[in-house]
C-alpha cells in the first residue's frame, strides 16, 4: 500500500512538471507588449498606464530629417599635401629641359607658375569630387600643418578641372593646340587626400548634438484609454514604449527573472488543480485518459494563445475558451469543469497585458456553458449553450465599456465581432466531441443515444431472433431509467446498457424461457450443462460487444449484470437431487465481476426484479412488495454491491421506484360487461 501511495506521487509529479513545461516553452519569455496599433483607429485594448518611466522616441521620419539638417553643416577633412606642388614642377621642367617645341622659353614659367596656383587652391581626386557634388556638401576644410580652415566645394578642382582651368590663362589659351601634344595632364594630380579620421569625428559630433527622444512617460501616467482615438503623439508613445521593452529584455538577469516567474506561476496553478483531483476526483487518476484530457486540454489552449498573443492580426478573444468545460461537463463533472476551466484562463491571462477583463469574461462564459448543458443529448442544446455565452460575453464586455468610456461614440464595437465570432467557434464542439470520445476513450450521451435506436443491428437481429430478450431488455431498461432518475444517476447510460445487457442470448435463444413457446430444451440437458449454458450468455454477450464495437461502458453492464451470483434454479435443483454429493460452485457461478457503479446495480436489481416478476401467480400490491424486497435484501446479504458507491438510501429508493413500477405494469383491468339481447 505505502508503496503505490509513493507510485501515485511519482506520477501526479512527472504529469506537473511535463505540463509545467510545455505550458511555459510555450509563453512569451520576456514582458514584451504584442501591441497591434494604428493611428486614426480606437484603442482596442483596455487603459494603458505606463509601468515605468521610459523617453517618447522620435519617429524614423523626424529624425533622419533633423539628422539631414546636422550633415548640412558637415565640413568633411582633407590633408593638404604641399610636397606633391614642388613634385610636380620639377617633374615638368626635369621633363622639358630644352624648353617647349615651337614656343618661346617664357612659356615654361607661365605654366609653372600656372601649377603651382592650381595646386595652392587645392586638387582632389575626381571620384571624391564627385561625391561632394552629389551629398550637396558646399564646404569642405582643408588641414595644412596645423591649421584647417573651411573652403568653398567650388574653389577646389578635380583632376579633370584643373587641366581645363590650366587653359583659361590669357596667354596659354592662344597656344593651347601646341601645348596640348605636352600631355599636361601628367603633372596634375591630387595634392588633397581625405582625413577620415577627423571627419568621421566631425560627422560624429554633429549627430550626437541629435536627441533621440522628444520627452520623458512618468510611471504610473495614464497613456491612453480604452476606445480613445490613438493621436499621432499616442502612437509614437506606444511605439517607445515597445522599443524601451526589447531594450530591456536584452538584459539576460531580467529574462531568467521573468522566466523563473513564470515557472512559480503555472507550477502553483497545476499544483493546485492537482490537489484538487487528488482530493475529490481521485478517482479520475485510476482512469489514465480522463486525466490525460483535463491537462491536455489546458496545455492545448495555452499553446493556441501563445500563438495568438504572437500573431497580433488574431484577438484571443476569437479562442471558445468556453469549449473546455464543455467537454469535461459532457464527460465528467460540472465542478471538474469549473476547477479546469480557471486553471486554465488564469494561466492564459498571465500572457495578456490586461489580463483582468479577460479573466471576468472568460469565467463567466465558463460558468454559463456549465449551467446550460447538464446533459448534451440533441445539438440543439449545444446551439443554445453558443447563443446563452456570447450573449453573457458580450453583455459582460458591454458593463466594461459602459464604466471605462465618457459616451457611447467612444466605444470600440469590434471587440463584439470577436465575441460574435467566438459563439459560431463554440460549435465546431459537437464534431470535436467524436475526436475526444475516440482518443481518450470516452462516451457521450449523444453515442448513448445512437446506440439506444432500436434500428441498430444488433437490436434490431434480438428483435427478430429473440423478442422475448428483446422485450425483457426494454422492459428493464425503463425499470433501470427510473431507479437513476431517483438516485441521480447516469439515466441514458443505465438505459442503453440494459438494451444490450442480454446480447449474448441471441447465440442460443430457445434455452432461454421469455424466448420458449411450450418446448423446453433444457429438459434433455443436464442441471450442470443448462447452467454453463445460461451462464455463457456473458461471455457470449462481451465477444458479441467485441464484433459490433461497443464502448467499455456498455461491455460493463454486460459483465456485471449478473455479478458473480449463481444459476439458482440449476443449481437448487441439482443439491436437491444430489444431496450427499459436494457441489462445485463455481459450475453454477457467473464470471463477473460484480457491479462497481451505481449505474450497473440499478440494472442488476432491475433485471432481477423484472424477471422474477413474470412468475408471480397474481400480482398484487402485496407480493410485488414482498418479491422486491426479498431479492433486492438478498442481493445485498450476498455482497453484490460492496465494491459500488451506492447507498443504503439509493437502495430504498430503488425499492420503492420498483415497486410502483411494476403495480403499474400488472396492473388488474375490469371485465367489460357483454350487451344483453332482447
Not at 601645348?179 to 588633397?192: A, G, R, W
Not at 470577436?418 to 462516451?443: C, D, Q, R, S
Not at 442503453?496 to 433444457?522: F, M, R, V, W
Not at 421506484?657 to 405494469?665: A, D, P, R, W, Y
Request: with cysteine.
Amino acid at each position: 500500500m505505502k508503496e503505490l501511495h509513493w507510485r501515485d506521487i511519482l506520477t501526479r509529479t512527472i504529469l506537473i512538471i511535463v505540463t509545467v513545461t510545455i505550458v511555459v516553452w510555450s509563453m512569451p519569455h520576456d514582458s514584451r507588449s504584442y501591441y497591434h496599433v494604428e493611428e486614426g483607429k480606437p484603442w482596442k485594448y483596455a487603459d494603458f498606464t505606463a509601468p515605468f518611466d521610459f523617453p517618447i522616441y522620435k519617429s524614423e521620419a523626424v529624425i533622419r530629417e533633423e539628422r539631414d539638417s546636422a550633415l548640412s553643416q558637415y565640413e568633411p577633412y582633407y590633408k593638404y599635401n604641399q610636397a606633391v606642388e614642388q613634385q610636380m614642377v620639377q617633374k615638368f621642367y626635369k621633363d622639358y629641359a630644352d624648353g617647349i617645341p615651337d614656343l618661346a622659353t617664357s612659356y615654361m614659367d607661365i605654366i609653372s607658375n600656372r601649377l603651382r596656383s592650381l595646386y595652392q587652391q587645392g586638387i582632389i581626386d575626381q571620384k571624391d569630387y564627385t561625391a561632394l557634388l552629389a551629398d550637396t556638401t558646399s564646404m569642405i576644410r582643408i588641414v595644412n600643418d596645423k591649421q584647417a580652415s573651411s573652403v568653398s566645394v567650388m574653389e577646389i578642382y578635380s583632376p579633370k578641372q584643373a587641366y581645363e582651368q590650366l587653359f583659361q590663362d590669357e596667354k596659354l589659351s592662344p597656344v593651347r593646340t601646341i601645348l596640348q601634344k605636352c600631355n599636361l595632364n601628367e603633372y596634375i594630380t591630387p595634392n588633397l587626400t581625405y582625413d577620415s579620421e577627423r571627419s568621421e569625428a566631425s560627422k560624429n559630433d554633429l549627430l550626437a548634438g541629435i536627441a533621440l527622444a522628444s520627452g520623458v512617460v512618468q510611471k504610473g501616467e495614464k497613456i491612453i484609454g480604452r476606445g480613445d482615438i490613438v493621436t499621432e503623439k499616442t502612437y509614437r508613445i506606444v511605439e517607445s514604449f515597445k522599443k524601451e521593452n526589447e531594450l530591456r529584455n536584452e538584459d539576460v538577469k531580467q529574462n531568467h527573472l521573468s522566466l523563473f516567474g513564470q515557472i512559480l506561476y503555472v507550477g502553483i496553478l497545476v499544483l493546485s488543480f492537482t490537489i484538487y483531483l487528488s482530493l475529490y476526483r481521485k478517482d479520475y487518476f485510476q482512469k489514465p485518459r480522463s486525466t490525460m484530457m483535463l491537462y491536455a486540454l489546458i496545455i492545448i489552449f495555452t499553446l493556441l494563445t501563445a500563438l495568438f498573443m504572437r500573431n497580433t492580426v488574431l484577438h484571443v478573444y476569437l479562442l471558445p475558451y468556453a469549449m473546455v468545460p464543455i467537454f469535461i461537463r459532457v464527460f465528467m463533472d460540472s465542478r471538474t469543469a469549473f476547477m479546469t476551466h480557471i486553471t486554465m484562463v488564469l494561466i492564459c491571462a498571465v500572457m495578456l497585458q490586461h489580463p483582468f477583463e479577460f479573466i471576468v469574461i472568460e469565467t463567466v462564459s465558463g460558468l454559463v456553458a456549465i449551467s446550460s448543458l447538464r446533459e448534451l443529448s440533441q445539438r440543439s442544446q449545444l446551439f443554445k449553450t453558443a447563443i446563452f455565452v456570447t450573449i453573457t460575453s458580450i453583455t459582460v464586455n458591454m458593463a466594461f465599456d459602459w464604466m471605462n468610456s465618457y459616451g457611447l461614440t467612444e466605444i470600440d464595437y469590434s471587440y463584439y465581432n470577436y465575441l460574435v465570432a467566438n459563439g459560431i467557434m463554440l460549435l465546431f464542439a459537437y464534431p470535436l466531441l467524436y475526436l475526444i470520445e475516440k482518443t481518450f476513450g470516452f462516451t457521450s450521451d449523444i453515442t448513448l443515444i445512437e446506440l439506444s435506436n432500436t434500428n441498430n443491428e444488433v437490436l434490431r437481429q434480438m428483435s427478430e431472433v429473440a423478442p422475448g430478450t428483446f422485450n425483457h431488455s426494454i422492459q428493464v431498461a425503463n425499470l433501470a431509467g427510473e431507479i437513476a432518475n431517483k438516485i441521480g444517476a447516469k439515466a441514458q447510460l443505465v438505459r442503453t446498457g440494459a438494451l444490450y445487457h442480454d446480447i449474448g442470448k441471441l447465440s442460443n435463444p430457445i434455452y432461454y424461457t421469455e424466448n420458449q413457446s411450450g418446448i423446453n430444451p433444457h429438459e434433455m440437458l443436464t442441471d450442470i450443462e443448462s447452467a454453463q449454458i445460461i451462464i455463457s450468455h456473458v461471455t457470449e454477450g462481451l465477444k458479441m460487444a467485441d464484433k459490433y464495437n461497443l464502448p467499455r461502458v456498455i461491455r460493463d453492464f454486460i459483465a456485471t449484470h449478473h455479478g458473480q451470483g449463481k444459476a439458482k434454479y440449476f443449481y437448487v435443483h441439482y443439491h436437491n437431487e444430489h444431496p450427499d454429493e459436494p457441489v462445485d460452485d463455481l459450475l453454477f457461478t457467473y464470471p463477473g465481476p460484480n457491479p462497481f457503479t451505481r449505474e450497473q446495480a440499478c440494472l442488476m436489481m432491475a433485471d432481477t426484479i423484472e424477471a422474477a416478476s413474470r412468475s408471480l401467480p397474481d400480482y398484487t400490491e402485496q407480493s410485488i412488495r414482498e418479491l422486491v424486497e426479498r431479492l433486492i435484501d438478498g442481493q445485498v446479504a450476498d455482497g453484490y454491491f460492496r465494491e459500488c458507491p451506492i447507498t443504503f438510501r439509493d437502495i430504498q429508493y430503488a425499492k420503492t421506484v420498483l415497486i410502483e413500477k411494476l403495480k403499474t405494469i400488472y396492473h388488474t383491468r375490469v371485465n367489460y360487461p357483454t350487451e344483453k339481447k332482447a
